[in-house]
Every structure is written in C-alpha cells, then in structure tokens.
DNA sequence: TGAGTTAGAATGGCACCACCCGTC
DNA sequence: GACGGGTGGTGCCATTCTAACTCA
C-alpha cells in the first residue's frame, strides 16, 4: 500500500503524522517512509534518535528502494494547489491530508478539496490533526464542515499533545517517549492505521 | 520602511503577523499590506470581513501602489532555503522570520538563520509565535539558542491565543474581535511593532 | 415549495427572513434561495462566512437550477405597490409579507394588503419581525388591527435580537452563532417554517 | 438651502429625519417639505395631525412652490445605487444619507458611499440613525470605520426611540409628542440641524 | 393630571467554574 | 498530586428603554 501525504498549508503535522503511521504499518509488514519534503524534517527526525523500526530515505531513492517494502509512506511537501494535489493522488493508493482546525485556512482547504474532488479523484482523506482538548470546537464545526461537502474524513483525529514534540525533539516515535500521555498520542494514530485496513 | 514576512515553516503565524503588524504601521502613517502568499489567506482575511483600516493587494501590485504608502508589509511565502531568504531580504529593510517553538523545526531554522548570517546579512529578526502558556519552556530555549548564536530576536513574543484564531474566522484585527483575550493579543503585536522604531 | 418574500417597507428583516426559512427548509429537503434583491444582500451574507447548508444564487440563475431543489424561497426587492405585489404572487405558491410593528408605516402596508386581497390574492401570510420586547404592544395591535382584516399572519413573530445581527455579520445562520439568544431566534425561525408546512 | 435625503437602505428613518430636519429648519426661515417617496410617509405623516408648522408637498409641486421658501428638504426614495445617489447630489446643496447601524448593510453602504466619493462627490454625509442604547458598540464601530474611509458623517446622531413612532403615528413632531424623552429625541435632530447651518 | 417608581427585557462586561494540558 | 494558564459555559450586575402603577 502506498500512502501519501501532502498538506494544504504548512505546520499542519504532516511530517509527525507520516512517521506514526510509518510506525504504526511497519507493525503489521515492512514499511518504508520516504520523505520528499525540502526541509527533511522526517530524516532529521530519524537520525536525531537510535532510529525507527521501519527505514526512512529520501523520496529520490524510491525507485531503488520500493520493491523490498509492503508499505510505504511519501512525506511530500505543502501543496496549496489542487493541481498539485491531483498529481499527488495519482501517484499513490490514498492521499492524506493532514489539517489543523483554523478558521484562518478553512476556506481554502474546503475550496481545495472541493476543487479535488471535482477533478474526478476520491482517494483522499482529510485527518484533523493538533486538535485541542474541549470545550475548543473548531475541530467539531471543521468535521461538520467536511462532512457536509461531502469529503471524506478520518473518524480517528490527532491532539495537541506536546508528546509529540518531545518525540520529534528525542528522535523517537511518541510511543516511545517519557510522556504522561505518550499512550494516548500513539493510540490515536493506531486508530488512522486501523480505520485505513 | 518596507518589511518582509517569510517563514521558515508553514504554520508559524506568517499571515497573522503581517496583518497585525501591518495593522500597526497603519496607525503611525499609510500603510500597505501586499499579499504575495500562494494561498492568499492575507487577501481572503480582509475580504472576510468590514476590510481593515489599510489597504490590502496582491504583491504584483506593488509597483502601482508602492508609492502612495509610507510604510509596506509583504507576507510572502514559505522560504526553507537561506538562498531563498536571501533574495528577500535584498528587497526590503527588514525580514521577519516568524517561528513557532517546536522542536521539531528548530534544527533547520538554526541552520538557515546562521546560513543566511553566513552569507552577510544581518537585516533580519526573529519572531517567536504562537508561544503557549507557562510553564512550558520551549520558547525560552528557543529564544536562548538563537540569542547565543548571535541571532537578532524581538524581545516581544506573540501567545498562542485563540483570539488570533476568532479574528481571522471574522475577518478582524485581533484588537475588534469579541476575545477575552483579544487586547493581550494586540498588546504583544503592539510591543513588536514598538521595537521596530 | 415556493416561497417568496417582499416587504412593504425597507428593512423589515426581509432578506434574515428568507434565510432562515431557506434553513429551516434544508432540514426537511434540499433548498435553493434566490438572491432577487438589488443589493444582493443574501448573497453577501452567505459569502461572508463559511457558507450555508443551503444553496443562495442570484434570481438570475433560477431557470438553471430550480429543477434540483424541492423548496426554493426568492428574496425580492421592496414592493410597495400592491400591483407588484400581485405579480410576485403569481410567480409562487405563498408570499411572505413581513413586517416591522411602526405605526409610520402600518397604515400604508394596512392598504397595501387589503388591495391585494381585493384583486384576488389569498396565498400571502405577513410576519411580523423585530418585534420588541414587551411591554412595547405595537406588535399585539398590528396584529390584532390585521387580524380584523380578515388578513392572514403568522403566529410567530420574530423578536428583535441583536443575535439576528451577529449572524449576518458572521456570515451565519443565527442558529450557529454565539449569542446568549441564539436558539431563541432560531426557535422562533423554526415555529414560523412549521406553520408553513 | 436645498437639502436631500437618500437612503441606501429602507427602514433606516428617512422620513423621521427629513420631517424633524424641516421643523429644525422652519425656526430658523420659511421651509418646504417636499415627499418624493413612492409610501408618500411624509405627507401621511403631515396629515394624520393637525398639521405641521411647515409647508408638505409631493415632489411633483416643487417648480410652483420652491420660490416661495427659504429652505427645502427632500425626501427621496431608496438609492442603493451609486449612480442614483449621484443623481439626487447634483440636484441638491447636500445629501443626507441616514444609515441604521447594522452588520447586514454595512459592507453595502460602505461600498456605495465610496464609489460616491469616487465618482467626484464630497457634498454628502452620512447620519446614524436608530442607534441603540449603550453598552451596544455597532454605531461606535460603523462610525469609525466611516470615517476610516474619509467619510464626512455628522457628529450627532439618532437614538432609538419610542418618542419617534410615537410622534409619526400621531402626526406630530417628536418635540410635541407625549413621552418622557420627546426633548431627547427632539434635542438629537437640532443637534445635526446646528451642524448642518 | 403629572412626576416618580417599579417590573421586564436585552445588551455588554465581569467573575466564577469545570476541564484540560504542562511542569515541578 | 499541586499549581498556573487558556477555553467555554453559566450566572450576575449595570445600563437602558418601555409601560404600568402610585402618589401628590
């Protein structure tokens, strides 16, 4: 299964969200995260630390690399653009898009997704990422917002949480960091891993 | 003045500070927002509402408009390359690097600002945004890496508030916004722009 | 069902009416409101937030769309002439007057009515809107002055709340807006469609 | 001195402030009222009473009466249109434009009163009428943003007022009308009257 | 008859509470 | 486990306007 993700706007966790789901493929056959964003944040992250379960490369080595794995996961860059988009897609079995409830870049994440699924494409799915904790409900009225449109959207959505951080800052998976709520923020995204089989 | 927004990372506030900070300048002298962000969030915020108090365009515009203003703000796009950021600090007074704490990102911003110190020049600050509550530290380390790099960084730093997020979705200055917090949020744009003269 | 609303007078809460009906009707069926009013204030206001349930087009586009919805409601201009009246009468299957309780302007909408009657309409109902709260009576006698008439009013009357405004500042159906009075005004939007029906 | 009034919206107390600016005026010099509204309100209003202590008239009689009268008020109908209001400036020493504050016609009037100054036209100013009682902030809001825009609008303005129906539905002046805050209401019009002379 | 008082309603501002997160 | 901070929800208060009532 190829999976990749590209964000409507930066900051949105994209990067975090392909190396957990990365973690999370690579428990059940072996799984490869390429990352294809300029800053590399997903290599950086990777050899800040002892190293992930799964193998992380840069997205030039793709075509080396591909056949030896189950899974992969393209760490791919902000693309703004539907057009952009739609190349993405194209290049895999479902795109996610990882978006932070703002109502700065709602509208243009609602009319980007429209725009996608105009052009013909179904095989995207919309993941509410650094959702904060209730009573905040942007994230609900987001949700709704999607729904309505009828643009698909993952049930399971991801917290704020500063697990993640120190995970990113350790060079480990959250599930492997000294955190109160470390569980908590590997739990959610076992729920995306599960809602994609 | 001309001043230059260009952020790191997507996601740091690069679109708020620019409205606000233009907001700013407005009420010292005319002043000109230029929108040169691919998704134009600035353009779509001032539509969204009753318009701000200054003028708000495309950055293709600039050559018409440049010259009716005393003071212009340009919200450009992401920029990870110091090649990049260098180019647009060529083109105004001052570049402001708008950053999150997070330690995810802050390897590459270290990297690009000492790079882009590297190659001569020093007319840029940082901004530190969206910086939650204590007693989280983050950006007190941030602030304390960049500063023992040498790196210029304004004293004043912007909250992680909500009532940027309620100000955007209203298409407002922060300071119109129905917020409990919505004068704090001000004060702190206020203190920056106070720095800037 | 078609439904069309013109007012006697100006701001009468005319094109809030139309919207919230053209809501109210959304939950039961799919729902079309046309924008016929010069100043496309409709239009505005579903443009200025995120969007409606409901889809507003201008009065233009009718022909095109009419065939995909099941309640269509038509926000047209002031009608003062019972002669235009009249001919907005044709084009639906009932036509909402509404009102504001002023004694400036009872007597005109008082002839203006029973000319219409006189020609041969029944299928017009008058809403009373902005209705003060009590102890103002003004609302109780207009009523009970068009009741004597034999003309026919909703028993619902909308209140005069400033959760009316918000909403169209927001670009929002009142229902979603935060108001202490909020389901108040909806409640009161709901009672008039349920008559309807 | 040839004054017109011109709303860009109904309901907005056109006619209240045409009559009470020609009773203002009719202490100081022989006035004319002159009713071009298609409601014919003001010459309704004029003869629910015992009359008025100045001259009403339709429109239509203004070449016959004009030279007898030191000052004339006309009341015009809705002009939502630049163009329209433009006609009815060139035809006067002063426009009135009296405006309710209310999110729903703010942008409306905004773009309106611009494209006016825009055409060429500095003889007009706006009047805020039917302005509620603190703590509301609508009218300190559109008033600022008026005269953000450069916008001349009168220092005075109209509060909401009971006295004002009151009076039109006994066809008096507020002044003569039985209520607690008749000198109020009448005291506000005389404030703009002194304004304007 | 006229003036002062009272009750009811709506608005905005403020304080308080519960819940959640992060650090110590 | 305690503490500080942000967010949303609820409730209270001051202000204003209206109508009805009371009292001189």
Redesign the pocket.
């Known amino acids: 299964m190829i999976i990749t993700l590209a964000s409507y706007k930066g900051g949105a966790g994209k990067t975090t969200s392909a190396v957990h789901l990365a973690a999370y493929f690579q428990t059940l056959a072996p799984t490869l995260l390429l990352d294809g964003d300029k800053t590399k944040n997903a290599l950086n992250w990777s050899q800040r630390g002892k190293g992930f379960s799964f193998r992380v490369a840069p997205v030039d080595q793709a075509a080396r690399l591909a056949k030896n794995y189950e899974h992969i996961v393209i760490d791919t860059g902000q693309r703004p653009d539907a057009a952009d988009l739609k190349e993405a897609v194209d290049a895999c079995d479902l795109l996610i898009i990882p978006a932070t409830p703002s109502p700065l870049d709602t509208d243009g994440l609602i009319q980007t997704v429209l725009a996608l699924k105009k052009i013909g494409t179904d095989s995207f799915r919309v993941l509410l990422t650094k959702v904060p904790?209730?009573?905040?409900?942007?994230a609900l009225e987001l949700r709704k917002l999607l729904e309505d449109e009828g643009v698909s959207i993952f049930k399971g959505e991801i917290?704020?949480?500063?697990?993640f951080e120190k995970a990113a800052g350790a060079g480990e998976i959250v599930q492997q960091t000294n955190d109160?709520?470390a569980t908590r923020a590997w739990d959610s995204y076992m729920a995306v891993g599960k809602e994609l089989m």
């Open positions: 904790p209730p009573p905040e409900r942007d917290p704020r949480l500063k697990a109160r709520n």
